[in-house]
C-alpha cells in the first residue's frame, strides 16, 4: 500500500548514515534523501535515495547479501529518465558514458517520484550551469491508473462514489438527512408517539395470559371451596374483552402509524427527488463527463428510494426494537430477577451468531451477484452478436463458454444455500436454550412454589419476543451503511457547485448581429492536457465559418466554448462586443442554435420536438419550419403527421429524417449564430443532397460554425478556420488556402484522390 | 496461413542481447547495433515467453523474438530480466486478511518479493480469472499481481481467495 507522503524530505536513519559515511566526503552534506518501496534487486522493502551536493546516491539493502550502492557524480549527468512501466516504474541517471537505475517503486509512488525526479533536475542544473534544458528530464510517470485516491487521508475511494467514505461523518450525514424531515416533525412527532403506545401495548398480552392462568383457569383445579364459578366467569369475559381492545387497538394503531410513516418519507423524498433533479440541471457538461449516465440516474431513483426506506423504516424499527428489548427486560426482571438473568444469558451468542452470519451471506451474496452479473453479461454480449456467431459457425464454442459460467454460478448458489440452511436451525437452536433454561430453572421454582405457573408462561412468551428485535438490531449497522453511502451519494450531487454561471449582475444580450470574437482562448478539458492554446480570431456577423482539421484537432471544443458549456482557462470570447462570461447563460444560449451529426429527439410527437426550444410557437410556424427544413413532405406521409410520436432518442425515424427535424428546430427558434457539428456525414446522397439544401436556406443572414469532415460540404463556407494541435494553423477562404499550399490544401487533395478511389 | 506469417519481421536466432556501458539492453543483429531498446510482450499472459516485440529508443520496431528461448544464453538472461523488470508481476503465495473498509477489500499477502498490502477498489473490474485457476489483480494505484493457481493455495487463503472470485 502507498502512504502518500507528501515531503521527500525523510530522515535517514543512523544506520543507514554510519553505512555511508565511507562514501561521502567530509565536506559532503546531504540535500535531500527519500524512499522507495522495491529495492534493487525487485523485492518489496525499502530503499533510499539521497543526493549530496556531489552525488546521487541509491541505497537498496539487498536481501541478506551486501546492500546496492549505486553512485553518480551530480557533475557528470546527462538525462534523468522516469519510466512508466507495467506494474512498476523507475528512475534512471546516465552519464555521457554510463548508466544506472536509481530507484524501483511501485505505481503508488508515481507522484512523489515525479517530483523526484523533478527535484533532480534542479539539483543537476545546479551542479553544471549552462546546461541544455529540455533534455535533461526524460518520460512521464501516469496517476494513479485504477482507483482514487482521496487527497486528505489517502483511502482509496470506491468506484462510483466520488467521495471518500472515511472522511465522511456518518452521523453528520444522517442528521443532515433528518432536516429533511424537519418541516414535517408534526408527522414524525406523530408517527413516534404511536410507535411508542403499539409498541407498548403490543407488549401486554403475555401478561393478560399470565393473569388468566394464575387467577381464572389455574385455580379451578384446587376445587377451593371458596371458588365461585360466577366471578371466574367475570373475569374470563374481563380478559377477553380486554385482549380484544389491545388486538383491536394494536392493528388500528399500526395501520395509522404505517399510513403516516410512509407519508412522511415519501413527503422527504419529493423534496429530496426534486431537488436533485433541478440541481443535476443547473450543472455544466463537465460534470456529466465525469459521471456514468447511469450512475447519475441511480443517484435520482435508487439512491433517493433508499433514503425514504431508511426514514420511515429503518429508523423506526430501530426506535421500536430497542424500545421493545428495554421493556421486556423491565418486565422479566420485575417478575423474577434470577430467571430472568439466567433466560437472557444465550443472548451474547445469539449476538455473535447473527454478525457472524451475516458477515459471510453478505459476502458470499456478492460473490454470487458478480457471477450472475458476469452471466447477464455474456448474454448481453453474445444475443446481439448472433449473426457473427452464426456467420463463423461459433455456436458449440458459446454454447461451451456460456456452461462454464452457468457452472460458476451453480457453484455459487450451492454454496450460497449450503450457509442458508444451516442458518435458521443455528439460530432457533441459540434461542432454545433460553427454553431450555426456562423450563428447567423456571419449571425448578413453580414445583417449589415461587413462581406462578402464568409466569412460567409469559417468561416463555417474553422470551420469543425479545429474539427477533436483538437479531434485526444486529443487521442494523448494514441498514445504516447502505443509507449513508446513498446520503452521501445524493448529497454529492447537491453539494457539488455549478461551475460554469451567470455572474450576478448578468448582461442579458439583445438580439444580436453575430460577431464572434477569440482572444487569445486556451482551454483543457483535464488539467495539463491543453486542448485550445492561444487561439485568436474574429468572425464577422452573418459569415459562414467552416472548421476542418484532424480528429482531435479542438474543432468540438470550439464550439462548446462559444455556446459556453465550460468555462475558459485564460483569454476571452467577445459577442458582439460583450465579455462572454459577463452575459446571462440563458440570453446566450437563447440565441444559439444547434444542429448535430446524431441529432437528439425526445420521446414525444414531432411537432414537440420540432418546438423544443420554443414550446410557444403556433402550428403555422412549426409547419413553416418543417418546409423549410425538408420536412415537411415526409413527415405528411406519417399517417398520425406532426403527431407522429419519434419514439425513444427518436428510434422510429431514419437518421436523415432525424436530421431534418433537427434543422427545423434550429430554424423555429431562429438563432442568431448557427453550429452545424458534422450535420452531414453518415447521410445518403439525396438525403444529404435534401439536408445541404435545407441547410442553405438555414444559415441565410447568420453567423454559422461548421464542423465537416468531408470537406466539399464546406464548399459555401465564407472562411475556413484550420485548426491543428489546439491552435489556428490556417485561416482563410477555399481559394486562399489552396493557393497557400498548407495543411488544407494537403486535406483536400486527400479527399479527392480518395473519392477517385471509390468512384472506381 | 504461411504467406500471412511471411510479413512478420522475425529477429534471426543469432541476434545478440547484452547489456551496455549505461545499464541499458542493446541489440547486436545482422552487423548492426541498436543501444537501449525496449522489449514488449504481444501475449503478456497467454505466452509470456513468446512475440516479444523488439523496438529502439524512438519506439519503433526493430522485430519479433519468436521466442525466446531460441536465443543464446546470455541473451535469454538479459531480455528475461528486461521483462521481468518491465511486467513486474509479483506473485501472490499466501493470503494472509481480506478485510473490508469502507467498500474496499485490503488484502495482506505473502508475494515471492516479499510481504505486501494493497487495496482492490472493484473486485469486478480488478481481479480477472484467465484459466487454470490463474488470477491477476490490479490494485488501486495500477500495480499487478498475479495468483499462478489459486486453487494451489493453502485452505486459509483459499477461503479468503473464494470469497473474491
Known amino acids: ?760 | 496461413m504461411s504467406q500471412l506469417t511471411n510479413e512478420l519481421n522475425i529477429l534471426p536466432q543469432d541476434a545478440h542481447f547484452y547489456i551496455n556501458a549505461f545499464h541499458d539492453l542493446a541489440l547486436e543483429v545482422t552487423g548492426e547495433i541498436y543501444e537501449n531498446v525496449t522489449v514488449e510482450r504481444a501475449f503478456p499472459l497467454k505466452a509470456p515467453d513468446e512475440f516479444i516485440v523488439v523496438k529502439d529508443d524512438q519506439k519503433d520496431e526493430i522485430g519479433i523474438i519468436e521466442n525466446i528461448r531460441q536465443l543464446d544464453q546470455d541473451s535469454l538472461d538479459v531480455v528475461q530480466d528486461a521483462l521481468n523488470q518491465t511486467y513486474y508481476l509479483p506473485k501472490i503465495i499466501k493470503i494472509h486478511a481480506i478485510e473490508t473498509n469502507f467498500h474496499i477489500p485490503k488484502w495482506t499477502v505473502d508475494t515471492d518479493r516479499g510481504p505486501r498490502m494493497f487495496e482492490i477498489p472493484s473486485s469486478r473490474r480488478d481481479v480477472r480469472v484467465v484459466g487454470g485457476g490463474r488470477v491477476l489483480l490490479r490494485d488501486a494505484d495500477g500495480n499487478r499481481y498475479e495468483i499462478p493457481d489459486y486453487r494451489k493455495l493453502d485452505v486459509e487463503s483459499l477461503a479468503f481467495a473464494e470469497t473474491i472470485l
Open chain 1, 1 to 760: 500500500m502507498a502512504e502518500p507522503t507528501d515531503t521527500l524530505e525523510e530522515s535517514l536513519p543512523d544506520e543507514i548514515h554510519a553505512k555511508l559515511s565511507d562514501i561521502l566526503q567530509p565536506d559532503e552534506t546531504i540535500h535531500f534523501s527519500t524512499t522507495s518501496d522495491i529495492r534493487l534487486d525487485g523485492a518489496f522493502g525499502e530503499a533510499w535515495l539521497l543526493a549530496t551536493n556531489h552525488q546521487l546516491i541509491a541505497y537498496s539493502p539487498d536481501g541478506g547479501g551486501p546492500p546496492d550502492i549505486v553512485r553518480l557524480p551530480l557533475s557528470e549527468i546527462t538525462s534523468i529518465e522516469v519510466k512508466d512501466l507495467v506494474g512498476s516504474g523507475q528512475l534512471k541517471a546516465r552519464t555521457a558514458n554510463s548508466g544506472a537505475t536509481l530507484s524501483r517503486f511501485t505505481k503508488g509512488l508515481n507522484p512523489k517520484f515525479s517530483d523526484v525526479a523533478k527535484t533532480l533536475e534542479t539539483l543537476v542544473k545546479e551542479a553544471q550551469p549552462g546546461i541544455e534544458n529540455d533534455k535533461l528530464l526524460r518520460g512521464k510517470l501516469a496517476r494513479s491508473a485504477s482507483g482514487v485516491r482521496c487527497e486528505t487521508c489517502g483511502t482509496v475511494i470506491p468506484p462510483r462514489h466520488d467521495v471518500c467514505p472515511n472522511c465522511l461523518d456518518t452521523r453528520k450525514l444522517l442528521t443532515r438527512l433528518l432536516m429533511y424531515a424537519r418541516p414535517h416533525w408534526k408527522l414524525g412527532t406523530l408517527s413516534l408517539f404511536l410507535l411508542l403506545t403499539a409498541t407498548f401495548i403490543g407488549l401486554l398480552p403475555p401478561l393478560l395470559m399470565s393473569e388468566l392462568i394464575d387467577n381464572v383457569l389455574g385455580p379451578i383445579s384446587l376445587s377451593d371451596p371458596l371458588f365461585k364459578k360466577e366471578d371466574a366467569y367475570s373475569q374470563l369475559y374481563l380478559l377477553v374483552g380486554l385482549l380484544f381492545l389491545i388486538n383491536l387497538s394494536q392493528s388500528s394503531l399500526s395501520a395509522i402509524r404505517s399510513y403516516i410513516l410512509s407519508k412522511l418519507g415519501q413527503h422527504v423524498t419529493y423534496d429530496l427527488r426534486n431537488e436533485v433533479y433541478q440541481h443535476l440541471h443547473q450543472h455544466s457538461l463537465s460534470f456529466y463527463n465525469e459521471r456514468e449516465t447511469g450512475r447519475i440516474m441511480a443517484s435520482i431513483t435508487q439512491d433517493v428510494g433508499r433514503l425514504q426506506d431508511f426514514i420511515s423504516d429503518g429508523l423506526q424499527e430501530a426506535i421500536r426494537d430497542i424500545l421493545t428489548i428495554v421493556i421486556i427486560c423491565c418486565i422479566l426482571f420485575y417478575m423474577d430477577a434470577k430467571l430472568a438473568a439466567l433466560t437472557l444469558l444465550p443472548t451474547p451468542l445469539l449476538v455473535y451468531a447473527t454478525l457472524k452470519f451475516s458477515e459471510r451471506f453478505h459476502r458470499n451474496y456478492r460473490g454470487l451477484w458478480r457471477r450472475w452479473a458476469g452471466l447477464s453479461a455474456l448474454l448481453a454480449d453474445t444475443i446481439p452478436g448472433v449473426r457473427v456467431v452464426k456467420a463463423f459457425a461459433q455456436e458449440d464454442r458459446e454454447v461451451g463458454k456460456f456452461q462454464v459460467i452457468s457452472k460458476d454460478l451453480f457453484e455459487g448458489e450451492v454454496r450460497v444455500a449450503g450457509i442458508r440452511s444451516i442458518f435458521s436451525p443455528i439460530m432457533s437452536f441459540i434461542t432454545s436454550i433460553g427454553t431450555l433454561i426456562i423450563w428447567f430453572v423456571g419449571g425448578g421454582s413453580v414445583l417449589e412454589g415461587t413462581l406462578t405457573l402464568g409466569s412460567f408462561v409469559a417468561f416463555t412468551q417474553y422470551m420469543f419476543r425479545y429474539y427477533g428485535p436483538v437479531q434485526s438490531l444486529c443487521r442494523l449497522n448494514h441498514r445504516f451503511q447502505r443509507a449513508s453511502t446513498s446520503a452521501e451519494r445524493v448529497f454529492e450531487v447537491l453539494d457539488t457547485q455549478p461551475d460554469v454561471v451567470s455572474p450576478p449582475n448578468a448582461i442579458t444580450l439583445p438580439r444580436i448581429e453575430g460577431k464572434v470574437e477569440f482572444k487569445d482562448v486556451a482551454f483543457s478539458y483535464e488539467q495539463g492536457k491543453p486542448v485550445l492554446k492561444d487561439l485568436s480570431f474574429t468572425i464577422e456577423p452573418g459569415e459562414m465559418i467552416g472548421l476542418a482539421g484532424h480528429s482531435g484537432a479542438g474543432k468540438s471544443t470550439l464550439i462548446n466554448l462559444i455556446c459556453r458549456f465550460y468555462d475558459i482557462e485564460s483569454g476571452q470570447i467577445f459577442i458582439d462586443g460583450h465579455d462572454l462570461q459577463d452575459i446571462s447563460l440563458n440570453s446566450l444560449r437563447n440565441q444559439i442554435g444547434v444542429v448535430l451529426q446524431d441529432p437528439f429527439l425526445f420521446n414525444g410527437p414531432i411537432a414537440e420536438n420540432i418546438a423544443y426550444g420554443n414550446p410557444d410557437a403556433s402550428l403555422a410556424e412549426v409547419v413553416a419550419a418543417a418546409k423549410t427544413a425538408n420536412a415537411h413532405e415526409f413527415i405528411l406521409r406519417l399517417p398520425d403527421g406532426y403527431d407522429t410520436p419519434v419514439g425513444e432518442r427518436g428510434v422510429r425515424l431514419s437518421g436523415g429524417e432525424r436530421q431534418r427535424i433537427s434543422i427545423a428546430r434550429a430554424i423555429l427558434r431562429d438563432p442568431r449564430i448557427l453550429i452545424l457539428d458534422e450535420a452531414t456525414s453518415s447521410m445518403d446522397t439525396e438525403t444529404e443532397a435534401q439536408i445541404q439544401e435545407a441547410l442553405h436556406r438555414l444559415i441565410q443572414g447568420r453567423t454559422t460554425f461548421a464542423i465537416a469532415h468531408r470537406l466539399s460540404t464546406l464548399k459555401h463556407a465564407n472562411r475556413l478556420l484550420i485548426i491543428e494541435d489546439g491552435e489556428l494553423a490556417e485561416i482563410g477562404s477555399h481559394d486562399e488556402l489552396i493557393a497557400q499550399d498548407g495543411i488544407y490544401a494537403r486535406l483536400c487533395h486527400m479527399q479527392t484522390e480518395l473519392s477517385k478511389l471509390r468512384a472506381l
